[in-house]
């Protein structure tokens, strides 16, 4: 018993020698020995990190040919990393704001002709890294065409519809169908409505039926960029507001020679007047005055009749409103009061006396409607702010998005 109690003391201190031994020498010797793991008051070196690849990007413009066009949107092309921004400068230097979404850049406003822009994208790796890629591009070269929204800020009759006024024709359709998509129309209270094109170049928004009395219009025409034509593009974008006044609306019977005025329903006045004689008969129809103008003169040179001919004219006209293009206004007429309320004796005018025309005048607004008859003289929608020529299926029909 104490030999063997012996050889396990020698053991053990020959293994506790040996552990020793191990512990230096198998360090040098044996790089996965047990004996090389760290011990608790000692920490594991930090395996160093791959560097990140570096981020790429390019930009390229979504439309054909070579040039960029106003309704082109830019995509911005990553590998290996996200955006971080994106800007956009024209050639003097200005911003231009736009949205992002899904790796494409859409101008807001839209790119415009005769210019050139240059883009620059900068994108970051997972380590933060930038890179940046730069393009330029030059626009068409093309007119700009321009356009007004008219009766801006005024409070108008019942009548007046929203009509923007285009200089140069629009006749493609899915032109005229992409400027209608991009006005919007709100009003106060909501009133339904819709386009119609009057003519090539006057587009209008007009309701189901007359505006309710004290109705507020907001007009906003997001057309910059806008293709109107061959090599044509609008270039601005354009608000307005108006008010609807009380409901004015005047009754012109044309073979009884009377104008009847009422007031929300109510008449006001009756008159009698003159109209067009014979050969220059007046237009029967539901028009709305155009303008107003205090003086003006009247020259018969503007319906191709010479000053000098027997139904020639040049006259210096008070309280004058327009109700057609074509040249028919309800004015002061003094030359010719003997006929007022008896027969027709004008060019085509509505006349009245001076204080019934100065009353006409200062109880009228431009936007009110008047209601011709009985002549048997139709006038068409394009003579005129003739919306209320059509029926509303009619009119609806002008649109084109019918």
Not at 42 to 61: D, H, L, Y
Not at 330 to 355: E, F, M, Q, R
Request: proline residues 6%.
């Amino acid at each position: 018993m104490p030999r063997f109690n012996s050889l396990v003391a020698l053991l053990a201190v020959g293994g506790l020698l040996l552990a020793g031994c191990s512990s230096t020498d198998a360090n040098a010797n044996d790089p996965v020995s047990p004996s090389a793991s760290p011990t608790a008051t000692e920490s594991a070196s930090p395996t160093p990190k791959t560097p990140a690849p570096r981020a790429k990007v390019s930009i390229r413009k979504l439309g054909g040919g070579e040039l960029l066009q106003p309704g082109d949107s830019l995509a911005i092309d990553v590998t290996g990393g996200t955006i971080r921004s994106v800007s956009v400068v024209d050639s003097k230097g200005k911003d231009l704001s736009g949205s992002l979404a899904g790796g494409v850049w859409t101008p807001n406003p839209r790119f415009l002709p005769n210019e050139s822009y240059t883009a620059t994208a900068v994108v970051t790796n997972p380590d933060g890294k930038e890179a940046k890629a730069t393009a330029k591009y030059r626009t068409p070269q093309g007119i700009r065409a321009g356009y007004d929204i008219l009766y801006h800020d005024q409070t108008v009759g019942v009548g007046m519809p929203v009509i923007l006024q285009f200089v140069s024709s629009i006749k493609a359709k899915d032109l005229r169908a992409a400027i209608e998509r991009n006005i919007e129309i709100t009003t106060v209270p909501e009133t339904e409505g819709a386009w119609g094109w009057i003519d090539n170049r006057r587009l209008m928004w007009r309701p189901k039926e007359f505006w309710k009395p004290g109705t507020k219009v907001s007009v906003k025409a997001n057309l910059a960029g806008l293709k109107t034509g061959p090599n044509k593009w609008a270039t601005y974008n354009y608000t307005s507001d108006f008010t609807i006044g009380p409901s004015h609306i005047a009754k012109v019977d044309i073979p009884g020679h009377t104008m009847t005025f009422t007031e929300n329903g109510k008449v006001v006045r009756t008159y009698p007047v003159t109209n067009g004689k014979r050969g220059f008969t007046t237009r029967s129809g539901t028009k709305v005055i155009i303008e107003k103008r205090r003086r003006m003169v009247m020259d018969s040179r503007s319906i191709s009749i010479a000053n000098d001919s027997p139904e020639g004219y040049r006259l210096d006209v008070q309280y004058a409103m327009r109700t057609t293009w074509t040249g028919e206004f309800v004015h002061a007429a003094p030359w010719s009061v003997g006929a007022h309320g008896k027969w027709n004796a004008s060019h085509g005018c509505t006349g009245l006396s001076i204080p019934r025309a100065a009353w006409a005048f200062n109880f009228s607004r431009v936007g009110d409607v008047i209601i011709y008859s009985g002549s048997g003289r139709e006038m068409t929608p394009g003579e005129g702010i003739g919306v209320w020529q059509l029926s509303w299926k009619e009119w609806q029909k002008r649109s084109a998005l019918a």
